[in-house]
């Protein structure tokens, strides 16, 4: 990241045209960078005031286009800082040389999510507000966006915030109980300090709780279609995207190789994979489609295992469905061909018809449940990796804690516990954030923001 005290610049709408393009301007020099590529059809824009109309100057100070420039003050900015920003027609020529005129006039190009991070440093935001902005930015789905903006409104850091504060109270009683071992209005309640630690592990362990579906709203799920060969899977994989995607004939092996395609599940992108038959390989051909299948299930977060309702089942199936019960959470059985007379009766399948649509709105239900669970629930307050990892060390610091205070050990060992949980729990929100970690992060956002 550059340098806070610089003036920086960067084009703030996404590549190609558009009946629209920001620049946007943050920095001590702001305003003054700004004027330089800008003349007002009036009286000149003020901070706080409406968007100004005028035209936009080259570096040669030629008219280039018109439009709006709009000025902020710190106290009104995103970044916390002087900001301008000139909405311009969406030609990337004009916008590439209004970038390249603003740094002739001393602004430099921003990188990857400067602007948030600014942002973050000037104290408008913290850490895990900021990565929801980039998964706001990154949504595909109505659902993902809410839960992103949610977080952007900082529904995580607001639960994470009463958990730090209690350490830190009791982290300040332990010293004040060790500082002045004599006194006894310092000494620690009887049983006070476990409990205190037992609820903060309970609150820990609630919000690791819900990664799991937060994971997937945030990351999306794979989701692979296995089963022998004819059994309707490719038709089954059509008409779950509800278009002819995939080659259907009553030839068996058609499908030779993995087929990938997005699909939305109640809010939740998808990714539909269609898989070579399981069977007995005869060519080099058809073994790297059945072991791309085999890879394909093994990565999975949900395996839909198809079999033929019209036929008896075979020895590779019953084994296949022996595993489907071990890993009951990850695997779904569907019996198809519905619309035939039926010679598969199992408990714990769904039967569909593929070819006429019997019991696919059953089956998405299912496939969403599934993934998300059957009961209504908040939105998911942990998306991120990061943040589940920083909950379930300071959870584990905790239990470390919660045993020393059981076994009697002095408050010098269960206060460093106490404090390293604390700073688990504060690099969520980045009050304990390092340079390393910061440029980690917002190396993975879009220049402009």
């Known amino acids: 990241m550059h340098d ?72 009104n900015s995103f970044t916390g800082e002087s900001t301008a920003e000139l909405w311009t027609h969406g030609s990337p020529a004009v916008l590439q040389e209004l970038l390249s005129a603003a740094i002739a006039a001393g602004a430099v190009a921003a990188g990857p999510g400067e602007f948030t991070y600014r942002a973050l440093r000037n104290g ?57 071992v004599d006194e006894a209005e310092t000494h620690l309640p009887d049983g006070r300090l476990a409990a205190v630690i037992d609820s903060v592990i309970t609150k820990c362990d609630e919000l690791v709780a819900g990664y799991r579906t937060g994971r997937v709203v945030r990351d999306g799920a794979r989701l692979v279609l296995v ?91 019953r084994d296949t469905l022996t595993r489907a019960e071990t890993e009951a959470g990850r695997w779904i059985a569907v019996v198809n061909k519905s619309d035939l007379p039926q010679r598969v009766q199992l408990n714990g399948t769904l039967p569909v018809s593929a070819k006429n649509g019997d019991g696919v709105t059953e089956l998405r239900v299912a496939l969403r449940e599934r993934l998300l669970g059957s009961a209504p629930t908040e939105h998911p307050l ?19 804690a919660a045993t020393a205070v059981k076994e009697g050990l002095s408050e010098e060992w269960v206060l460093e516990d106490l404090k390293q949980a604390r700073r688990e729990l504060a690099t969520v929100t980045g009050e304990f954030g390092v340079e390393d970690l910061y440029d980690r992060i917002f190396s993975t956002f879009c220049i402009g923001k």
């Not at 839960?147 to 958990?163: K, T």
């Not at 599940?265 to 072991?291: K, M, Q």
């Not at 942990?382 to 470390?400: C, D, F, I, M, P």
């Open 4 to 75: 806070l005290s610089t003036t920086v610049v960067a084009v703030a709408t996404p590549p190609g045209k558009g009946g629209v393009g920001c620049l946007r301007i943050s920095g001590e020099q702001a305003v003054s960078v700004a004027l330089t590529l800008f003349e007002p059809a009036g009286q000149g824009p003020e901070q706080g005031e409406k968007p100004c109309f005028g035209r936009f100057m080259d570096r040669d100070h030629a008219p280039l286009d018109h439009g709006f420039m709009v000025l902020f003050g710190p106290r």
């Open 124 to 180: 408008r935001i913290d850490l895990a507000r900021s990565e929801a902005i980039k998964d706001l930015i990154d949504a595909r789905t109505r659902y993902q966006a809410r839960v992103a903006f949610e977080q952007a409104e900082g529904n995580l850091s607001r639960r994470i915030a009463p958990l730090t504060e209690e350490l830190e109270e009791w982290i300040a009683r332990g010293e004040a109980a060790v500082e002045f």
């Open 227 to 317: 089963g022998r060969p004819n059994v309707g899977k490719s038709l089954l994989f059509n008409r779950l995207l509800e278009e002819d995607r995939a080659i259907v004939t009553e030839v068996a092996g058609t499908t030779r190789d993995t087929l990938e395609e997005d699909l939305v599940l109640d809010g939740i992108p998808v990714r539909l994979i269609d898989t070579a038959g399981l069977r007995e390989v005869r060519d080099a051909v058809e073994r790297e489609g059945v072991s791309r299948a085999k890879r394909a299930l093994e990565q999975a977060d949900l395996v839909l295992f198809v079999l033929d309702g019209s036929r008896e089942l075979d020895e590779l199936e």
């Open 382 to 400: 942990v998306t991120n990796g990061r943040h589940a990892a920083a909950l379930e060390q300071a959870r584990a610091t905790l239990s470390k």
